[in-house]
Structure formats: structure tokens, C-alpha cells
């Protein structure tokens, strides 16, 4: 058996869902389209789009939002990622080269309201 997990590709319609159960260390990365990110718990919201992604910090359920849809990669906390360093200067240099934007609590009013404006 290998100790690698592939990695799930995941399309998602447009205002369509999908769930992660017990998701920390998962990485989630926006290849298409605009990804609403939210984590039970955890009161940040954060917007994925086209080429970035987030790394889940904690325990908890995921649950991913599309607005317009979009084409996600899902890669399990097993799949180390090359070159990732576990020190504090690694984790930001990853920050700066894919900035995640986190929204406190305002991609929900944004999707309660009906627009996304920035996807």
C-alpha cells in the first residue's frame, strides 16, 4: 500500500457544496473558478480563486462553496508537498507565494445577500 493519497480532483456547479470531515492538514487548491472555504469552529471565511489555496490549520469540517462553480484540487495531510520546510520562515514563504485572503464573516453576508462580487 502506498503511503501516498492521490489526489482528489473535485468540479463544482455553480452554488453547489461539498464536505471534508475531519479535514486538518488537507491542502485546497483553486485550480478554476472562485471557491467560498469555511471550517466549523473556526469563524474565518476564506475565498479561494484560480490559482491559490489553503492549507487546513485545525480540526473540524470543511464545507466549500462555489459561486459560479469551480475545479478544486484535494490533497490529504499524508501527501508532504516538495520542498516544504516545517519552520516558521518555510510556512512564510508559502504565504507570500500563494497568499490565502481570509474574510472574517463576510463571505457569508456576501452569499446570504446573493453576490460574490469578487469571484
Known sequence: MSSLTPIRCVNLEGHASTVLGEAAGTLITCVAGC???T????????????????????????VMTA??????HIRPPGNARPGRSGSLAG????????????????AARRLAGGSMHEC
Open 35 to 37: 471557491v467560498w472555504v
Open 39 to 62: 471550517r466549523y469552529g473556526d469563524p474565518r471565511d476564506v475565498i479561494l480563486h484560480a490559482g491559490s489555496h489553503f492549507e487546513v490549520d485545525g480540526p473540524g469540517t470543511v
Open 67 to 72: 459561486h459560479h462553480g469551480a475545479r478544486l
Open 91 to 106: 510556512f512564510l514563504r508559502g504565504l507570500l507565494r500563494n497568499p490565502f485572503r481570509p474574510r472574517w464573516q463576510s
